[in-house]
């Protein structure tokens, strides 16, 4: 089965940096969409960054300027480098990809999720 796999939460201070990847593997016979959401206690899960397959970015308001989100075809790895971060930031951020497993349709997928912990 398709799995993504998920590295680089951990702690942080207020204006700190931390770099997420998530790398997907298993029979993937496309990989579209790629990109992270996040979800703090007691909030609904929102979209952070995304990648199109053809380099196009998305992201939410609140984290453009401080978050970039690229990917490596190659690697079927996706990253999240986040600078000067907010204890608001604080979330359980998860990795999500638009896969293809031929012959079935496109599918969305989604990793463990990685705690990220912004302290002020």
């Known amino acids: 089965q398709v799995q993504l796999v998920e590295s680089g939460g951990g702690l942080v201070q207020a204006g700190g940096s931390l770099r997420l990847s998530c790398a997907a593997s298993?029979?993937?016979?496309?990989?579209?969409?790629m990109g992270w959401h996040r979800q703090a206690p007691g909030k609904q899960r929102e979209l952070v960054a995304g990648?199109?397959?053809?380099?196009?970015?998305n992201y939410a308001d609140s984290v453009k300027g401080r978050f970039t989100v690229s990917r490596d075809n190659a690697k079927k790895t996706v990253y999240l480098q986040m600078n000067s971060l907010k204890p608001e930031d604080t979330a359980v951020y998860y990795c999500a990809a638009d896969v293809r497993v031929a012959p079935t349709p496109l599918r969305r997928y989604w990793g463990q999720g990685t705690q990220v912990t912004v302290s002020s």
């Open positions: 990648i199109n397959s053809d380099g196009r970015t």
């Open positions: 298993g029979s993937i016979s496309s990989l579209n969409f």
